[in-house]
């Protein structure tokens, strides 16, 4: 049985930190590409940051240089640091696994 499990969400004001992370298990997850994705009210998911089984990153334009996404293969586990956050960030935060596997999301939410 395969589970994405995130934490690390939460409220914090504008120019804050937080780490996510998402600990997977039931796949192995070294082989995996792994992605973060968020979804704010209203508005559609939309791609985050990614990283390769072999360690390359890509971000979306929004989180770049604010963001980094690592893995940590002996943990089965996956990161974002987001730095610098904003109101705009405010959305619920995924992890994807491959082509379907899917966290429950964390709530992540910028605000004063």
């Known amino acids: 049985q395969v589970q994405l499990v995130e934490s690390g969400g939460g409220l914090v004001q504008p120019g804050g930190s937080l780490r996510l992370s998402c600990a997977a298990s039931?796949?192995?997850?070294?082989?995996?590409?792994m992605e973060w994705y968020r979804q704010a009210p209203g508005k559609q998911r939309e791609l985050v940051a990614t990283?390769?089984?072999?360690?390359?990153?890509n971000y979306a334009d929004p989180v770049k240089g604010r963001f980094t996404i690592s893995r940590d293969n002996a943990k089965n586990t996956v990161y974002l640091q987001m730095n610098s956050l904003k109101p705009e960030d405010t959305a619920i935060y995924y992890c994807?696994?491959?082509?379907?596997?899917w966290g429950q999301g964390t709530q992540v939410t910028v605000s004063s």
């Open positions: 994807k696994a491959g082509r379907e596997y």
């Open positions: 990283i390769t089984p072999g360690g390359s990153t």
């Open positions: 039931g796949i192995a997850f070294r082989v995996y590409r």
